[in-house]
């Protein structure tokens, strides 16, 4: 196994992990999921197929592809992680009918914010594939 | 199949087993924080004023906490009907509230002041029947409910006045204690002797029926 290709194969495990928790979270346990927190999904699940065929064929613009949904996806947390934290006043969320995206239950595990995790996981998603890049660059 | 193809298959085959494990290990922790919720609060399954459908000393009880606006509720009516039907002597109804769509509250009163002239079950199964006219989950109109039960023969004036009664007010604040005490999050929930559904399903709640009944036989 070369290096650069289990760089992308962890980007996939992330994506998969980050899918598979979101449908668990959403589907099992019946938390509804509210509009931020879809676009984070919109971003994050396409890269389940998108990363996973890229590894199956090794090819290298499926990180390509995969790029701006993970940076959407960093910024679509990010927004939403700043939005729990109180550093964007509430008055400014755009999805005040339904689930409210700022006064929800987010929390699992003791206390660990599930926009957290996205965050996090785009981030790690996105500086991988950076890096992957930027190695298997001719 | 090369290694790489090899290792993207077995960590898709790995992430959905544990996606299956998981589910299978939450909804047990699920039921069992349930069963042990009822047995608990076993005295909150039944009250003296729910109605009772079938022999009053059956050994099987099935107790459905429903919403007469919800529509899985009523897809269910007739599958609880048949299981008494299946077992006539051995199962009975107790039919709980649980108003968790707007405008169910006052079908739900409705509902008790048909209890008063005797057309419970006429008034419920109209009302159940013309449920996609009135209970639209945006923008309930109750006035065609009220419309569906003076069909099965009602007196509406009558029940409108006795809807307004404290009794039936208070009724209702009964059944709302209860379901919260219970955990009940979703209609219908069904209880069987106390048992709740380890998922819920048409299947299970006739599996669960059957287990309880083969328990009772004497």
Known sequence: ?138 | MNSKKLSVAVILGIALVAFLVGIYLYQNRVQNAQEQQAAQHADRLVRMHSPVLGPQNAPVTIVEFFDPACETCRAFYPIVKNLMKQYPTEVRLVLRYAPFHSGSDQVVKLLEAAKKQDKYWEVLEMVLAAQPMWADHGNPNVELAYKAAEHAGLDLKLALTDASSPAIEAVLQQDVQDLTALNVTMTPTFFVNGRPLPSFGEEQLAQLVAQEVAKNKP
């Open chain 1, 1 to 138: 196994m070369n290096r650069p290709w289990t760089l992308l194969l962890l980007t996939w495990v992330i994506s998969v992990v980050a899918t598979a928790s979101a449908l668990f979270i959403g589907e099992v346990m019946g938390m509804t999921p509210c509009v931020l927190c879809w676009y984070q999904r919109i971003a994050m699940f396409p890269l389940v197929a998108i990363l996973g065929i890229a590894c199956y064929s090794e090819d290298r613009r499926g990180a390509v592809y995969a790029l701006p949904l993970a940076l959407a996806g960093i910024a679509l947390a990010g927004y939403h992680t700043l939005l729990i934290a109180g550093f964007i006043p509430k008055a400014w969320i755009p999805c005040s009918a339904g689930v409210s995206c700022a006064d929800q239950q987010l929390a699992i595990l003791n206390g660990i914010q599930i926009p957290w995790l996205s965050l996090a996981a785009f981030f790690c998603i996105a500086g991988l594939l950076i890096i992957y890049l930027r190695k298997t660059s001719k």
